[in-house]
């Protein structure tokens, strides 16, 4: 697959390594990242460091696959999934939550995200699922216009769900229906 500047390709994490744990440990603690990635309640929450280890890792890969996301072979990103996780917005059986991070600010805006949701929808389709939830908070216009793009719709709001430059902010929860 090719992005406007290069080849992007994907690789499902199996066994972490220091790098894929040093590289997620910087991305969850990237000001520029932080508060488009994790919800918080207060600045304090906001500036706390993550510390991201192998065993984290593990630990997150027993519950649900996580996904590489190469430019050109170097790491840019990962993306996850979950099957029919408590925080659904709308509680329906066989759905995908997922999440997409594209960490490395070189990558934005080259159509990385686009063509990994792609990949993403089809690993989730291979499982079966047919439906696919996800949350972006308000403020992220890039993101939503990004799933908008790829056929995702609004269905509700959580009003004041993350902190961010001095005030809370709703979630947004989009679907989109697989064929």
Known sequence: ???????????????????VCQTFERWENDPALVHL????????ELEKHVSVTMQTLDERLQYHPIYLIYLDKQLVGNMDFQID?????????????LGITIGEAFARGKGVGAQAMRYLESEIKRQGLRRIELGV???????????TSLGFSEIGRIPDFTYWQGKMWSDIRMEKYLS
């Open 137 to 147: 908070f308000e403020f992220n216009a890039r993101a939503i216009r990004l799933y």
């Open 85 to 97: 996780p408590e925080h659904l917005y709308k509680k329906e059986t066989g759905t995908a939550w």
């Open 37 to 44: 990635i994790r919800p918080s309640q207060n600045k304090e």
């Open 1 to 19: 697959m090719n992005s406007e500047e290069g080849k992007v390709s994907f690789a499902k994490l199996t066994t972490p390594d220091l790098h």
